[in-house]
């Protein structure tokens, strides 16, 4: 199988950053700081598309109280890069917030420019509060003088797809995390052959 095949439906060779299992127990751990943080006041979630898909629709799952979704769009990733190029920011499917309590989910706080600009754009439309809550954070990336109010998980600053995340738009249904290593991702540039079979050790 071509190498770029195989990873677009999710390689046995790439190691595991937090299974399936993990990546549960850290949104039961998020959906209670949430809780603890709103009670049951009535909560507006904004996701990020499109990779807080996944995050979204388990979080929302474990709340109560009063909830609402809408979902903007941001992306700063086109094709196979693996580093941030200009934002662009779609938010015209938004309603009203003026007085609301919002929560900005993503999937995760990188170079941490995404978040930033989105939680301006949605001060800027009268929330009462807004806050903000990634499943992950890159460690040593962060660019901003802002931090998301709820984090998941801390990870090594390694290219993740799974749960959500994409890698040049596929990769975003494996129920787990992964990291990409140089090789899967010059294959996946070139189109090349897939010659390594060596199992990836869990970390
Ligand atoms: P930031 O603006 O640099 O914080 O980038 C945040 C956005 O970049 C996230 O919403 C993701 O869509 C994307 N992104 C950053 N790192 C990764 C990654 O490792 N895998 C997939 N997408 C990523
Ligand atoms: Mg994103």
Redesign the pocket.
């Known amino acids: 199988m071509h190498r770029t095949d195989s990873l677009r439906q999710g390689s046995d060779t790439m190691e595991i950053l937090l299974s399936a299992d993990e990546l549960a127990s850290g949104i039961g751990r998020l959906s209670d700081q949430v809780k603890g943080d709103v009670g049951r006041r009535p909560l507006m979630v904004v996701g990020?598309l499109t990779?807080s898909i996944v995050l979204v629709a388990d979080l929302i799952r474990r709340l109560e109280g009063p909830v609402s979704v809408s979902m903007v769009w941001?992306s700063?990733?086109r094709g196979t890069a693996t580093s941030?190029g200009k934002?662009e920011m779609r938010l015209d499917l938004l309603p009203d917030l003026t007085g609301q309590d919002v929560l900005l989910v993503?999937?995760?706080?990188?170079?941490?420019?995404?978040?930033k600009a989105l939680l301006e754009e949605l001060r800027r439309r009268g929330a009462a509060s807004v806050r903000s809550l990634v499943l992950l954070r890159?460690t040593g990336r962060a660019e901003v003088d802002i931090q998301p109010d709820f984090v998941g998980f801390d990870i090594p600053d390694k290219?993740?797809?799974g749960y959500g995340?994409?890698f040049d738009g596929g990769l975003r249904h494996l129920p787990h995390l992964a990291a990409l290593d140089d090789d899967d991702i010059a294959a996946a540039r070139a189109g090349q052959t897939r010659c390594s079979e060596q199992p990836a050790s869990r970390s």
């Open positions: 990020v990779g941001a700063s990733y941030p934002l993503d999937d995760i706080f990188d170079t941490g420019h995404t978040l890159k290219f993740v797809v995340l994409d």
